[in-house]
């Protein structure tokens, strides 16, 4: 963490050359709303983040580490090994540098998992290469817009493998990760909710046992050391507004479960971040955008709010640390 005056360095990972994390990377250091407290500091390839200041931050001149080096500029809006191959080299380079304590903070724009497949490197995302580079077995996803925090059980496996995935163990750990990540947020009290793997939370057995003989058993546990956790809830209810300002984090059992009505409720404004880390890792919550990257017309709220709350959980962390050393 940061010496006493010295501002949180956030490591942003400028994401595949082709799509429009070059341009928000650039925007988001260019556009000063964070001067008083962080710096951004680009992992890319020089060559893309000049071209994408000259396009889109005309006068800005950010703090790059040279990562990923291609041999050309990248035609947008294609996906190509090249591409892949520097994302990928990009992601590596900041990881290390924030585990080594060269900066505080990871953001990570968007890449293409065909493109880095491309380059012939087997690779099914940023969280599970993450977590590889940090030598952490076992993570969860988090989407959070302001007071809306979904932590899932269970992610990118299919349906028919939930119900064997979703344990006793792996609902503790998701849940003692998110009553941990809403701290983070300066909330002290966390009160959760969990949704419930069956329609109408299983109706006592009749339409699933799971409910019954794992979920309810689990969240008892939870409760028992001193997590304050309501439900299992039938899904189809749980994500309306008014049910949802009760709680400041829901644990949903499966990826749809909870990416649906979350994409519907906050897809402009979503943070993505992996919880069980040893870093703070935030990105946005879309991808490449291949169809307009180059145009100059990638909304930034998602980006933004990325950066913003990895800057929040740094300077949380900071202040913890400065306590304990006092």
Request: aromatic share 6%; proline share 7%; net charge negative.
């Amino acid at each position: 963490m940061p010496a006493p005056g010295r501002k949180i360095r956030i490591a942003i990972s400028i994401g595949d050359p082709a799509g429009i994390g070059p341009e928000l990377a650039v925007r988001a250091a260019a556009c000063g709303r964070w001067a008083d407290r962080a710096e951004l500091v680009l992992y890319g390839d020089p060559a893309v983040i000049a071209e994408s200041v000259r396009k889109f931050a005309p006068g800005t001149v950010p703090e790059v580490v040279p990562a990923g080096i291609m041999t050309a500029i990248p035609a947008c809006g294609i996906a190509s090994a090249d591409c892949g191959r520097a994302a990928y080299e990009a992601i590596g380079a900041a990881v290390k540098d924030v585990l080594a304590g060269k900066a505080d903070a990871l953001v990570t724009a968007p890449v293409n998992k065909y493109a880095v497949n491309l380059a012939g490197i087997e690779f099914t995302g940023h969280t599970e290469y993450i977590a590889a580079l940090c030598g952490v077995p076992e993570v969860a996803m988090m989407q959070s817009a302001g007071t809306l925090r979904i932590a899932f059980v269970t992610t990118h496996i299919g349906l028919a493998e939930v119900p064997r995935a979703v344990t006793r163990e792996r609902i503790l750990r998701v849940a003692l990760l998110l009553d941990e990540a809403v701290r983070a947020e300066n909330v002290t009290s966390p009160h959760l909710a969990v949704a419930a793997l069956n329609p109408h939370a299983g109706e006592n057995g009749f339409m699933g046992r799971e409910d019954e003989t794992v979920v309810k058993p689990a969240l008892e546990e939870l409760r028992n050391i001193g997590v304050d956790v309501t439900g299992p809830f039938p899904p189809d209810t749980l994500f309306i507004p008014g049910t949802l300002e009760q709680y400041d984090g829901i644990l949903a059992m499966y990826h749809d479960q909870g990416h649906i009505p979350f994409k519907m409720l906050a897809f402009d404004r979503g943070v993505n971040s992996t919880l069980g880390l040893p870093i703070i890792r935030t990105s946005p919550d879309h991808g490449t955008a291949f169809e307009i990257a180059g145009r100059g017309i990638a909304d930034t709220g998602s980006f933004y709010a990325a950066v913003e709350l990895a800057l929040l959980r740094a300077e949380r962390k900071f202040r913890i640390c400065n306590c304990q050393e006092k």
